[in-house]
Nanobody, 131 residues
Framework: QVQLVEFGGGSVQAGGSLRLSCVASGDVPSRYSMGWFRQAAGKEREGVAGVYVGGSGTFYADSVKGRFTMSLDKAENTLHLQMNSLKPEDTAIYYC????????????????????????WGQGTQVTVSA
């Protein structure tokens, strides 16, 4: 079992920044997929950013490219998400998730279309961006 705990989130004005962190603990494998997802009210969950830990694959949704940046502290099993130039449409609950499956090549498809393969989820943290 892998446990995920998220930190960060909060409320900011448009143009502001926030940093989310996700710490993985338990039976963390040496190679796994880890990502950030978000779900806004009335909308489907979407993949925001992801990384294949142990490899080099990364994923960013088009809507956040150039504004959001991940950084991985593998020694601490922690994935950070720096969110800059935030927009009201970034308002959502953000979840950290991990999957034992995946690879550099398949990370894109995992994040976009095979969310169900992420079998470990954090509790979620609210991000609110006001205009």
């Amino acid at each position: 079992q892998v446990q995920l705990v998220e930190f960060g989130g909060g409320s900011v004005q448009a143009g502001g920044s926030l940093r989310l962190s996700c710490v993985a603990s338990g039976d963390v494998p040496s190679r796994y997929s880890m990502g950030w997802f978000r779900q806004a009210a009335g909308k489907e969950r979407e993949g925001v950013a992801g990384v294949y830990v142990g490899g080099s694959g990364t994923f960013y949704a088009d809507s956040v490219k150039g504004r959001f940046t991940m950084s991985l502290d593998k020694a601490e099993n922690t994935l950070h998400l720096q969110m800059n130039s935030l927009k009201p449409e970034d308002t959502a609950i953000y979840y950290c998730a991990a999957a034992a499956s995946g690879s550099d090549a398949s990370l894109y498809y995992l994040m976009k279309y095979r969310t169900h393969e992420f079998n470990y989820w954090g509790q979620g943290t609210q991000v609110t961006v006001s205009a």
